[in-house]
């Protein structure tokens, strides 16, 4: 049970780039990341109108001196403080986060980034590569994955509970851009325009979501090839999607399905992923994340509540308030942070034995959503037909 | 509402072929038949072993004559009868329908059939060129169909409620041969056996009843072409598959999904229609049939019930109770036959007006069923590649 | 599993009283009566219009000269036919179900009737007498109890999983009357008018049905003393009830709550009962009838379904279409007069042990809900009070 | 939509009394309060054991010297300080909050408590006059009056979607305290000791809960009169209760049901308000709280979600997420403190405009769980009879 920070080390300097007045966004990372006490928020960049930035730093207890005009010297400063952050948090548009995320490691700050990292495999190779010889951490806000009962489904998929596994349903379709609601909405206006948001909408935007749930939950599966079909249904979007069908062949024979869609009326969010074995299945829904089916054959279905002292030890962890009390994805996003918090002081102190123990969606986690968007977007184009996963 | 028998020309004399001893299917076909006392049982050919048909028969209060030893003797002795038989119902193993449906119609008898109606297209063209020639019915037990909030999205659609439809999603996905039942359970044994199920298993034995339902739901949708994949978890039924996934574009550019299995662990039938349109969905799951979500874009879901008085006429048509009280699956093969009945009678009078006004799972929905099937397999064969739909 | 008649002495000859044109109960009772062609339609007086009754008998296939004027002459003419009915089921208004049922019995006739059986429970007393003394069946329809999950629901507790039986918490609150539907609606007219609806309306209207199913699933209870509140929300129904709630104090400790209500604004049915034990609880719904959720306290919630094989063979003797195929009321009613046939049929055959075996809510049951309404309308109107259960 | 500190005189310097180590209420009263950066957690004395608390103090960055041995001695010396504390959060067992409230207030600190406040409405009342006395806050934790959508109900009953209100349904019915667990957990025994408990076990400890969203939702209601029954399941816990029902009449004629239980086997939870009107009802669960429904007599049952634009500005002003995303009972706290935070600006500043505005569970709300407390405790012990509220 989560009561404290779990830091020996000190709290963790931090500070974040993008994330400023009005942003939603910036302010669950903000939550998450100052819940358990392991960060503490002294500097940032927060907005491209560095003015703007600066008062909305101060305005949440900053320094004037520590609130930075852009991300480059942000980085600059802080790297030559003693007392400069340690981490930074990314919550920009999806087209700056790969050369954000590469002048932060390179000046030795350990990133959280917003998904995707960037946009191409080479991109991420990159940062890969760059984050290992710089021995920095580089975490992403898969904040679904943070729910504790996905850790059961892996626990219980681990021990054979569910059998041999055959297909994994996947799916994340809300229906709140059904128009072209990104004519009025900035916010969302760059989502569909391929210069800011990359080469697809929902496959990045939503799919990758329950791909990477599928990833914790099933670390074995192995994409061998997969097909997607895409539709761009409100037509101003093209060629960029909103709706997307993916199946996947993993090696050994099982099979997966990801529905990505923004275009489902009426939809609040409808992620769900379901794992069938040869014996039993597990289902699980975001939006009532406290509770997890599970359903053998041939016995009555089950409902897993989180919070429970049936649960596997590693579901309880994280568990701040006892079963019974609904927790929201403030929680899941907590306990990502508080993960990323372990991972930079057992980095930062070489602890590679502690580092091993803690699982969270790391730069591996980043690189396979886009490589995953790429292999989709690769079909989709060549006109839904199949491709070899690369 | 109905409460008693709709025929003006009193009760259709009425055959079984098959459904003997045991059988649930024949059961369920003399309760939905007898229910509204629009046909009356009076012979049969109900067993393969003739003397145990004979005994069954008469359990039934049939006189012994008109017990027969197969349906070639039944359909001879009574179309040679002033009093004999007007309609047929046959519920044999698969392969046998085309013949016995032949066999029916061209001795001048009514048929309802279970589907598959037959396994190719062209087997299918020539039933129905011979039910035009003799102008016999041929229905189909395509049961789920007579559900009363099925006819309810039909008639919102037609009116404009969903606005242009984009994505119709179905399943049929039960768990209950999650293993290899059938070595053990002969009424299962044939299903996975192409000499007696035909070119496939899931794809016709569940997926073509939500096929079906988005055929009411959406008369004017037409497949321009589909792709299928389709897999044998239990490997003793290749190449019979146990689950499939079949993607179909329709002309307009709307999209179909179509998830078949019989291997979802733990799912009892997991039979669900979503139409998605640019405005608001509709989803109805038949394990809950007298509800139906109705979820606009923007507003609060709403949950419409069966028999309520907000309902489209058409949708109260069938009531035999009133809301709040559940119907089941009887009611809903008790509506097939009852319009099974009246398009008998209405054939039988010539009455091209009411016959028009009548809407069942006639020849051509058995067609379309039997024709999905062949483009489905033909598709997984070749690669699970995309093939124009013919 | 049901899928024929299991009467050896063959079809028992029955009429109705009651229940003639534009009767939904009417049409309720002849489809469940006649499901499994365990009784035969041959006689009726079905309508207090006697030319309209006897159109409407004719119109089921009946003989003119036994479309009978009134109950009287009903019962005079058929006992003395050497075919005459057997049995007569009553569908009348409250306020008459005594002197029919009397008459039927003193007739020799055995007897289904709608609830209540009558107003007092020294008539009750007096209609067990009669039925004692003529050897003649007395079932009352109290419909849901016939759905299968109330007996998995009797075996569980009866073997103890529950443990000790705590809290009985039922309800049938819903809410098509929140207005006075009565003033246009001479169907509801006489529930609301203590003439023909006697000393109550919601307790014995809805309130007797979660009652009865207590008294199914726990046979040994006995109410000690109760209190009971009612209101008049519309206030011309006064003084008779259209809200209630009746706490219960068992003998050995449990208690009960039972909430009766008509003006509950959306709720469709709203019948729920809950039992809860030292260990585990059960909960069923009416309108969702195929399910019934496990709750062992420490564990995970359990969903039963019917048909399914993990439940207690009682629970699957009345099976007629498998698991996850959902059962309606119909179905619950068929499976009532199934036992009311083998009932009859074991009465006259003098069986006693068949007898024994048989559980269906025979008069017992009928004069236990006329108790209870007595008991609560004695309580509530003493000023909401307790009294002694008599 | 709640993103930052709303107050505009800087943080309040704050301290907890209780909530030290290992205490999981201490954990959610600090992530609530420092949530939006209203308070700042300055000082405590979190434990009866001093040591233990000033080292856990000084675990979450506190001075040594602000730890304090007691909560005397905590309010003697930040009374002093011209930057002590301006608040004080008490997470204490029952019996003392009394006393600490009242020396709080005494000292001029504005206090947050856990419910009860005391344990009879005289003391209550003696607190109510200091506080007006001093001008000082006392905010109550009945948390679940945070959930955005009580605000939701509250509006729409305001402004008549509802009709004339009739009945009130309240449940906080879990099965955790099926056995006596309290043998086991010292967490557990101090509530069924009528010591540290007062007067009552579930009447107070969980039945208040609902009746608080009553409260807010109905502020017009006024009850006139009660009955209470109360259990004692596990008979080690009597003269205090683990089950209780209490049935309200309210001024005007409405109806109120309290079904306050903690053996209520398998219940995760069970807290449950349902508002039946002329016209609709509304019923909200607290285990999904981002749901309500919304039935309107006659029309398809609507589903309410927490975020969306359809809802009233007073049930969007605490979204801090966005509609689709599970927001849990850490927020519902965070609204609770968001609102305690404002109340003492505006206290401080003498803005009776701005505290007019306010809604929040303040000393009114703690003194009416007591009373009611009271009268449900005279009721059971006179042998569950109506009692005039007081």
Request: with cysteine.
């Amino acid at each position: 049970m989560i009561t404290s920070s779990p830091l020996r080390n000190g709290t963790i300097p931090w500070a974040m780039v993008g994330g400023g007045q009005g942003s939603q966004i910036g302010y669950i990372h903000r939550s998450a990341a100052l819940r358990d006490g392991n960060f503490q928020l002294v500097a940032g960049a927060f907005d491209i109108d560095a003015e703007r930035g600066r008062t909305f730093g101060q305005s949440l207890g900053l320094q004037a001196e520590r609130c930075y005009d852009n991300y480059q010297a942000l980085f600059n400063a802080e790297s030559q403080r003693a007392d400069g952050i340690r981490a930074v948090s990314i919550a920009t548009p999806n087209g700056t986060h790969f050369a954000i995320c590469k002048a932060a490691i390179e000046a030795g700050i350990h990133v959280v980034c917003e998904k995707p990292l960037c946009f191409t495999t080479a991109e991420a190779e990159e940062l890969l590569a760059l984050s290992k010889q710089h021995q920095r951490v580089v975490g992403v806000t898969y904040g679904y994955a943070g729910h504790q009962l996905i850790e059961q489904a892996r626990e219980m998929i681990a021990r054979g509970d569910l059998g041999d596994i055959r297909i994994v349903q996947m799916q994340f379709a809300h229906g709140f851009h059904n128009e072209a609601v990104e004519l009025a909405n900035p916010a969302t206006r760059w989502r569909v325009d391929p210069k800011f948001a990359g080469p697809s909408y929902v496959l990045g935007d939503v799919g990758t979501h329950p791909l990477y749930l599928s990833e914790v939950m099933l670390p074995e599966l192995k994409i061998q090839r997969l097909m997607c079909s895409r539709q761009s249904f409100v037509k101003s979007r093209a060629p960029l999607e909103d709706n997307a069908f993916t199946i996947m062949e993993y090696e050994g024979g099982a099979i997966g399905y990801v529905w990505s869609c923004a275009v489902n009326a009426g939809s609040m969010h409808g992620q769900k992923i379901r794992v069938i074995g040869s014996k039993a299945s597990l289902e699980w829904w975001d939006e009532r994340p406290n509770q997890m089916s599970y359903e053998i054959q041939g016995q009555p279905l089950q409902v897993l509540e989180r919070g429970m002292g049936y649960l596997h030890p590693a579901a309880l962890h994280d568990d701040r308030i006892g079963g019974g009390h609904p927790e929201g994805l403030f929680e899941a996003w907590s306990n990502l942070y508080y993960r990323f918090a372990l991972a930079m002081e057992a980095t930062d102190a070489g602890d590679a034995t502690a580092l091993a123990m803690l699982r969270y969606p790391d730069i591996h986690a980043g690189i396979e959503g886009v490589r995953w968007v790429e292999n989709c977007v690769r079909s989709a184009d060549a006109g839904a037909t199949w491709v070899d996963y690369v």
